[in-house]
């Protein structure tokens, strides 16, 4: 029952370095998200997908980027690790579709908690 | 873009007291969901409402789904220790995509 895994746990980045927050679910869900929570607050969605090879903006997606490869892997990548992308990162995942599904349930992550200095 | 307003931002309460808690918003949704979140974790779903009106139990957890469908409230009955949290309404906009409230921190004084 592993669900929706996040890697890694804890990442310090300077200023300028790039990185990629992972992502992968086993429940063959089709749409995946990415969030991010800022002290204090709720979660911003940043980007989507709908399903494989479909990607598509959220509420705050500058500075980042997004692949959607596969059903079960949806990474996010910083390019230049700017101050302002210190946050907790969240990943989620949900099954859309047909008449028994428990609809609309997001199943998330524990979380990347990064720190840009 | 679309926003979630949820109150009390924050509330101390003794153990064994009832918590109320809302949301409401500008625009209309079509699901609420309530969330609850530990430290370190991530967002677990308390309970989901789809209808106008709908009034959902789970335990000592009681959710409505406002009539205008832009409000929505949660309440925990009997509180105990482990209720402990982060409890954060979201609704449910195209695409399956959420927004999510500020959160509501629930400290609990034994």
């Known amino acids: 029952n592993a669900g929706v895994t996040q890697t890694p746990k804890f990442r310090i980045l300077k200023i300028g370095q790039s990185m990629t927050l992972q992502c992968t679910q086993d429940?063959?869900?089709?749409?995946m998200y990415w969030y991010r929570q800022d002290p204090g607050m709720g979660l911003k969605l940043i980007y989507y997908?709908?399903?494989?090879?479909?990607?598509d903006k959220g509420e705050v997606p500058n500075g980042y980027n997004v692949s959607r490869s596969t059903t079960e892997d949806f990474p996010l990548r910083l390019e230049l690790a700017a101050p302002s992308q210190t946050s907790v990162y969240f990943c989620?995942?949900?099954?859309?579709?047909?008449?028994?599904?428990?609809?609309?349930?997001?199943?998330f992550g524990a979380g990347t908690r990064l720190s840009v200095l | 873009g679309q926003q979630l307003n949820q109150s009390p931002q924050s509330m101390f309460i003794q153990e064994g007291e009832d918590v109320s808690m809302n949301c409401t918003s500008s625009?209309?949704?079509?699901?609420w969901l309530w969330y609850k979140q530990d430290p370190g974790e991530g967002p677990v779903l308390l309970i989901a409402l789809y209808k106008a009106g709908e009034l959902t139990s789970n335990g000592r957890l009681t959710a409505q789904f406002g009539i205008t469908r832009k409000d929505s409230f949660l309440n925990i009955s009997a509180s105990i220790p482990s209720d402990v949290g982060i409890y954060f309404c979201a609704g449910l906009s195209g695409a399956q995509k959420l927004v999510f409230g500020q959160g509501t921190r629930l400290t609990i004084n034994p």
């Open positions: 989620a995942s949900t099954l859309s579709g047909g008449p028994f599904i428990a609809k609309n349930i997001q199943y």
């Open positions: 625009s209309i949704f079509n699901t």
């Open positions: 997908s709908v399903g494989a090879g479909i990607t």
């Open positions: 429940m063959n869900h089709n749409y």
